[in-house]
């Protein structure tokens, strides 16, 4: 039987974009507060798997077809942790 989600990012992971741009925020080393669990903060971001697939699709098809695809305004629509807004 398959257990039930809870609310909040216990027991999950920190997402590894989120540890990545954390360590590169602080000099290169990565924050004693992110450790093995997520937090707020490092949680994995909620998205559309539908928006990923459009998104990898038109990524992959501009590196076979080599021309514009619309690739870039594909990624801008996901969320990105690692952007500063």
């Given at each position: 039987?398959?257990k039930?989600?809870?609310?909040?990012?216990k027991?999950q992971?920190?997402?590894a974009l989120?540890?990545?741009?954390a360590?590169?925020?602080?000099?290169g080393k990565?924050p004693?507060?992110?450790?093995?669990?997520a937090t707020?903060?490092?949680?994995?971001l909620k998205t559309?798997?539908?928006k990923?697939?459009?998104?990898?699709?038109?990524?992959?098809?501009?590196g076979?077809?080599?021309?514009?695809q619309?690739a870039?305004?594909?990624?801008?629509?996901?969320?990105?942790?690692t952007r500063?807004?």
């Open positions: 039987m398959a039930p989600k809870t609310a909040g990012p027991g992971q920190p997402e989120a540890t990545f741009a360590s590169a925020r602080n000099d990565k004693k507060e992110i450790g093995l669990e707020e903060a490092t949680k994995p559309s798997p539908e990923k697939q459009d998104a990898a699709t038109k990524v992959l098809r501009e076979v077809l080599g021309r514009d619309g870039d305004e594909a990624i801008d629509k996901l969320p990105d942790r500063r807004r």
